[in-house]
């Protein structure tokens, strides 16, 4: 295997690796909400394609407005009025109410058979120009 090709592979697997870290990541922040979870409603301040900002108030009073954002904020508009979980012991971590990791399937594995069909594209061009380049048998 040519170093080109080799780090073809390497870059593939290295967002690969990203995209798993993402979903585990994700589940794992579930799975901290899910076990010490609060609900609360939350007033969405600013959203972007890959954030929204949102404030919401504990029961003990407190206003958060996690610097993270709210995870999952899909289909959300400012001004909107939105209920959240919420882990107690740490209540920046905060999620739109009903929603879980399993949002994060799709664009994470849209992203592994992207990067695995362009790479995959890379490698033939490749095989196809290093084949070019061997030298002919004498005939």
Do not use: C
């Not at 954002?69 to 959240?84: E, F, H, K, N, S």
């Not at 107690?88 to 990067?115: H, N």
């Amino acid at each position: 295997m040519t170093r080109l090709r080799r780090i073809v592979v390497a870059i593939a697997i290295g967002i690969s690796v990203i995209a798993v870290l993402l979903i585990a990541g994700a589940v794992r922040d579930d799975l901290t909400i899910g076990g010490d979870e609060g609900r609360a409603t939350a007033d969405v301040l600013t959203v972007t394609p890959m954030f929204a900002a949102v404030s919401f108030v504990t029961p003990d009073g407190v206003t958060h407005s996690p610097q993270l954002g709210v995870l999952y904020p899909t289909g959300l508009a400012a001004g909107q009025r939105i209920d959240v979980e919420y882990a107690r012991s740490k209540p920046d971590l905060v999620r739109v109410a009903g929603r879980d990791a399993r949002l994060a399937l799709i664009p994470a594995g849209s992203l592994v058979v992207v990067t695995w069909l362009v790479a995959g594209g890379l490698l033939v061009l490749l095989r196809r120009s290093d084949r070019r380049r061997e030298p002919q048998p004498a005939k």
